[in-house]
């Protein structure tokens, strides 16, 4: 990222840091004390608190943060980026029919994910002279016209959706690419970082029920490379790091909680990036990586989890 970028991407989740807290005085807390009765068995009233912000923040992550994220950067190495594009055309309706039996299909486990020969059948039915053409209509998270390959439809999600997304985004997928077939048109699901240490390790089952995970997914690094270039995760990663003396203070094991919610109060834009540390215990490492580990999986196990503290969904 040049220096434009990354004040772009700073500024955004600084905003996003800013607009995403909100104050509790003593009724607020007694309020969600009563309204979350069995809380109390593992959260103390700051635990409580930084829970409610966490769940609120996660849902404005997916709305509004990643797919804002993901123009900033994207619009450094292309001029047409656009979110949330909405494209409209004709297709046979043979096609439409197909798509909506391959999602069926793979729903019921039918059939097995193939990205290949699923295009191959959707655009193969398309082939047999003259058919009833039906209007369809797909709307991309993020759209980049003149992406390098083809044009490139985004929808980004959760690593963890559920059968009735993953359903519903294959045949965005599939429906776009059927749209655009001339084009060499390029469709991904993104998912904005990855809950595992590598995406060898990557094992939701319901995502791999429907999806190919080799060809219709990028996964963290993957998603912020593609649309940017190589290093563009780290380079992310820099920029949520934006106090690097900061965040120890907070990591630290044994830091207390009021600690960091003291410091949300004081500089939130630094601190709200650390939803993590203020509901989680101190524990900064995850179970089975304490101690120095060298080794490349050790690096990649620690790397998605300081990714998954800033992203917690």
């Given at each position: 990222?040049?220096?434009?970028?990354?004040?772009?991407?700073?500024?955004?989740?600084?905003?996003f840091?800013?607009q995403?807290?909100k104050?509790?005085?003593?009724q607020?807390?007694?309020e969600?004390?009563?309204?979350?009765?069995f809380?109390k068995?593992?959260?103390?009233?700051?635990?409580?608190?930084?829970a409610k912000?966490?769940?609120?923040a996660?849902?404005?992550?997916?709305?509004?943060?990643?797919?804002?994220l993901a123009?900033?950067?994207?619009?450094?190495?292309?001029?047409?980026?656009?979110?949330e594009?909405?494209?409209?055309?004709?297709?046979?309706?043979?096609?439409?029919?197909?798509?909506?039996?391959i999602?069926r299909?793979l729903?019921?486990?039918?059939?097995?994910p193939?990205?290949?020969?699923?295009?191959?059948?959707?655009?193969h039915?398309?082939?047999?002279?003259d058919?009833?053409?039906?209007?369809?209509?797909?709307?991309?998270?993020?759209?980049?016209?003149?992406?390098?390959?083809?044009?490139?439809?985004?929808?980004?999600?959760?690593?963890?959706p559920?059968?009735?997304?993953?359903a519903?985004?294959?045949?965005?997928i599939?429906?776009?690419?059927?749209?655009?077939?001339r084009d060499n048109?390029q469709?991904?699901?993104?998912?904005p970082?990855?809950?595992?240490?590598?995406?060898?390790?990557?094992s939701?089952s319901?995502?791999?029920k429907?999806?190919?995970v080799r060809?219709?997914?990028?996964?963290?690094?993957?998603f912020?490379d593609?649309?940017?270039?190589?290093?563009?995760?780290?380079?992310?990663?820099e920029?949520?790091e934006v106090?690097?003396k900061?965040?120890k203070?907070l990591a630290?094991?044994g830091?207390p909680?009021?600690l960091a919610?003291?410091?949300?109060?004081?500089?939130?834009?630094?601190?709200?990036?650390?939803l993590?540390?203020v509901?989680?215990?101190?524990?900064v490492?995850?179970?089975g990586l304490?101690?120095?580990?060298?080794?490349?999986?050790?690096?990649?196990?620690?790397r998605?989890?300081?990714?998954g503290?800033?992203?917690w969904?």
């Amino acid at each position: 990222m040049n220096s434009t970028t990354r004040q772009a991407v700073y500024d955004l989740l600084k905003s996003f840091a800013q607009q995403s807290v909100k104050r509790y005085g003593p009724q607020d807390i007694e309020e969600l004390k009563q309204a979350h009765p069995f809380h109390k068995l593992f959260l103390n009233d700051a635990g409580l608190i930084a829970a409610k912000r966490e769940r609120s923040a996660v849902t404005r992550m997916g709305m509004f943060l990643f797919p804002r994220l993901a123009k900033s950067i994207a619009s450094e190495r292309y001029q047409q980026v656009i979110l949330e594009h909405k494209m409209q055309g004709l297709i046979a309706k043979s096609t439409v029919d197909a798509i909506a039996r391959i999602a069926r299909e793979l729903r019921s486990g039918q059939r097995r994910p193939n990205h290949a020969a699923e295009l191959a059948e959707v655009l193969h039915v398309d082939d047999h002279g003259d058919q009833e053409m039906v209007s369809v209509r797909v709307i991309a998270d993020i759209f980049i016209g003149d992406f390098e390959r083809g044009p490139l439809f985004v929808e980004i999600k959760t690593p963890k959706p559920n059968l009735d997304i993953g359903a519903a985004t294959k045949q965005k997928i599939l429906t776009f690419l059927a749209l655009r077939a001339r084009d060499n048109p390029q469709a991904y699901v993104a998912f904005p970082y990855n809950p595992y240490p590598t995406r060898a390790d990557y094992s939701h089952s319901l995502t791999k029920k429907i999806m190919d995970v080799r060809d219709e997914i990028l996964i963290g690094e993957e998603f912020w490379d593609t649309i940017g270039s190589t290093g563009t995760f780290d380079q992310l990663l820099e920029v949520i790091e934006v106090d690097a003396k900061y965040r120890k203070r907070l990591a630290a094991p044994g830091a207390p909680m009021h600690l960091a919610l003291q410091a949300v109060a004081q500089e939130p834009a630094v601190a709200e990036v650390e939803l993590c540390v203020v509901a989680r215990p101190s524990q900064v490492e995850p179970p089975g990586l304490a101690g120095e580990r060298s080794d490349e999986r050790g690096r990649q196990a620690r790397r998605a989890f300081a990714v998954g503290n800033f992203f917690w969904l």
